[in-house]
């Protein structure tokens, strides 16, 4: 089992920063997989960014450029720096690790961009 936290979510203007941590307890193995999703109300979860234990990273379109997944192997923890915010970014972020077939969850964070 892996307990999964997210921190660093808030309230930022647009054009403004965030970054989003999620610290992972428990025992973590080489194919497993974290990531970034988020969903907002009426919405399905979507994919923001995943990192695989090796480093490789895929975003969605919407963040390219202006979001990075970054941490996970150093020390358990995973980062989402969020910078050139938009008011569409709103949405609860989860942070989310995937493996053999299971997936594991935050509670989420909100994170709400105004205009």
């Known amino acids: 089992q892996v307990h999964l936290v997210e921190s660093g979510g808030g309230l930022v203007q647009a054009g403004g920063s965030l970054r989003l941590s999620c610290a992972a307890f428990?025992?973590?193995?080489?194919?497993?997989?974290m990531g970034w999703y988020r969903q907002t109300p009426g919405k399905q979860r979507e994919l923001v960014a995943r990192?695989?234990?090796?480093?490789?990273?895929n975003y969605a379109d919407s963040v390219k450029g202006r979001f990075t997944i970054s941490g996970y192997n150093a020390k358990n923890t995973m980062y989402l720096q969020m910078n050139s915010l938009k008011p569409e970014d709103t949405a609860v972020y989860y942070c989310?690790?995937?493996?053999?077939?299971?997936?594991?969850w935050g509670k989420g964070t909100l994170v709400t961009v105004s205009s």
């Open positions: 989310n690790m995937y493996r053999a077939g299971m997936n594991f």
């Open positions: 428990g025992s973590i193995f080489s194919g497993d997989v």
């Open positions: 990192i695989t234990s090796g480093g490789s990273t």
